[in-house]
C-alpha cells in the first residue's frame, strides 16, 4: 500500500503542478451553470417589477379607481405605480427612466361614463421589452373590464354620469344600490359557489420546491467530474511516453498498484473540484447542509468512473493527441445527453431515455432525487454497486490493454 500512497502523492503533485487544468475544471461548469441559470430563473431573488409612471390630469374617481386597481394584490407585484407630474414623467421617460409613461388625460372619467372615445396616451421606454409589454396587455385588460362593467351595470353608471354632469347630489342611494343588488344576485349563483372547482391532485415531493436551477445542480457538479476525470486520463500516455510504464508492467504488483492509485487519485481530484462548486450551490438553492458531505461521498465514489471511461479511450487512441481529441469529442455529447447542459426533465423523450444508460446520467439521477428529497442517504447509495461494478470493470479492461500496447 505504501506505493498506492506514493502514487498517488505524485499523481496530485503532477496535477496540482497544472493549476490551469484544475481550474478550469472548477470554473467552466460554474460558468455554464450560472448563464443558464440565469437564463432559466434564479432561486429566490427579488422578482423584477414594470415601474410604471402616471400623470393622473383628470383626477376624478374613475382615474383614480383605475389607479387603485393597478396597486392591489397580484398587479402590484407585477407593476409599480409612481404618480408623476406630466412633465417630469416626459422627462424621466425620454432620459431612459422606468418602463413606461401614463397620461390620463383631463375629461377621461366624464368620457367612461358616457362611453365616449378617450385616449390614454402610453409612452414606453424602447430600451425595455418585456416590462412596457406587460403594463400595455395589464392597461388593455383593464379597459375590457370597464367594457364589461358597462355592459352589467349601465343603467347604474348613467345615473351617476347624469348626477356629475347637472352638479346634483341627490341621487337616490336605495336605487342605486338596489339596481346593483338585484344585478349581483342574479349573477350570483354562477359565482358563489363556483360553477367549476379545481382540485390540485399532482404528487408533492417532501423536501425543497423543484426548480430550473435544482434540476441543473446536479450536472453541473457531473460537468466538473468529468472535466477533472478528462485531464487525469492523459496520464497513460505521460507515463508511456517516459517508459515508466513499461518498468512497471514488469513487476506485476507494481502494475496493479498503479492503477489502484490512479482510481484513488480520480476520487480525491473529484471530490475537490466539485466541493467548492457544491457549496455555493447549496447556499444558492437553499438545501440543506446536512445533505452536503452525503452527496460529495457519492461523487466522490462515482466519479471514478468517468475516469475509467476516459481513460479507456485514451489507451485505445492511436497517439496522446488522438487520444485527446476522441475522449474530448466523447465527453460532449455525454454531457449534453446526461443532463448536464439540460435536465433531462427538458428533453425530447428519446434522448431522455437514453440518458439513464449513460455513465454520468447514473450517476446524476440518484443525486437529483437526493437534492429534492425522493428519498434519503439510503435511497441516494443503493444504486452504488452496479456503478462501481461497471467502472472497475471499465478500468481493468484499459489496464489490460495498456500493458499490451507497452510491451507491443
Do not use: C
Not at 364589461?148 to 348613467?158: D, I, Q, R, T
Not at 352638479?167 to 350570483?188: H, P, R
Not at 450551490?281 to 438545501?287: P, S, V
Not at 435536465?343 to 439521477?365: F, K, S
Amino acid at each position: 500500500m505504501r506505493f498506492v500512497f506514493i502514487t498517488v502523492a505524485k499523481e496530485l503533485k503532477r496535477r496540482f503542478n497544472d493549476p490551469g487544468g484544475l481550474l478550469s475544471a472548477v470554473l467552466v461548469p460554474f460558468a455554464v451553470g450560472f448563464l443558464m441559470a440565469s437564463v432559466m430563473g434564479g432561486g429566490g431573488g427579488p422578482s423584477i417589477k414594470a415601474a410604471l409612471m402616471v400623470s393622473d390630469l383628470d383626477d376624478s374617481f374613475v382615474s383614480q379607481g383605475l389607479l387603485s386597481a393597478l396597486g392591489q394584490d397580484q398587479v402590484a407585484e407585477m407593476i409599480s405605480v409612481e404618480k408623476v407630474a406630466q412633465e417630469d414623467g416626459d422627462r424621466r421617460i425620454n432620459k431612459g427612466e422606468g418602463a413606461a409613461h401614463l397620461v390620463i388625460p383631463k375629461g377621461f372619467g366624464d368620457a367612461w361614463l358616457n362611453r365616449e372615445a378617450v385616449n390614454l396616451h402610453l409612452t414606453v421606454n424602447p430600451a425595455e421589452n418585456i416590462a412596457p409589454r406587460l403594463i400595455r396587455e395589464m392597461l388593455e385588460a383593464f379597459l375590457d373590464l370597464g367594457d364589461y362593467l358597462h355592459k352589467v351595470f349601465g343603467a347604474e353608471l348613467n345615473i351617476i354620469s347624469r348626477s356629475l354632469q347637472t352638479g346634483q347630489s341627490d341621487i337616490s342611494v336605495s336605487d342605486l344600490s338596489g339596481g346593483i343588488a338585484d344585478k349581483v344576485s342574479g349573477f350570483a349563483g354562477f359565482v358563489f359557489p363556483p360553477v367549476l372547482s379545481v382540485e390540485d391532485v399532482t404528487a408533492q415531493t417532501t423536501g425543497l420546491n423543484v426548480s430550473m436551477p435544482l434540476l441543473m445542480f446536479p450536472g453541473i457538479l457531473l460537468m466538473t467530474a468529468f472535466f477533472s476525470a478528462n485531464g487525469q486520463s492523459s496520464n497513460f500516455w505521460a507515463e508511456k511516453e517516459k517508459g515508466t510504464l513499461a518498468r512497471w508492467v514488469a513487476s506485476p504488483n507494481a502494475f496493479f498498484s498503479f492503477w489502484i492509485a490512479q482510481w484513488f487519485t480520480a476520487m480525491i481530484l473529484t471530490a475537490l473540484v466539485a466541493a467548492p462548486i457544491m457549496l455555493l450551490g447549496f447556499f444558492y438553492l437553499g438545501i440543506s447542509f446536512e445533505k452536503y458531505f452525503a452527496a460529495l461521498a457519492w461523487l466522490a465514489l462515482t466519479g471514478p468512473i468517468l475516469f475509467a471511461l476516459l481513460t479507456l479511450i485514451q489507451v485505445l487512441a492511436p497517439s496522446r493527441k488522438a487520444g485527446g481529441m476522441i475522449s474530448t469529442l466523447v465527453m460532449f455529447p455525454l454531457l449534453m445527453a446526461g443532463g448536464s447542459f439540460f435536465p433531462v426533465e427538458t428533453m425530447p423523450d428519446v434522448i431522455a431515455a437514453a440518458a439513464d444508460y449513460t455513465p454520468n446520467g447514473r450517476v446524476l439521477e440518484p443525486m437529483k432525487g437526493y437534492f429534492i428529497g425522493e428519498y434519503g442517504v439510503t435511497g441516494l447509495f443503493a444504486d452504488l454497486w452496479p456503478i462501481l461494478a461497471v467502472a472497475v470493470l471499465l478500468l481493468l479492461l484499459a489496464g489490460r490493454l495498456s500493458a499490451r500496447k507497452t510491451l507491443a
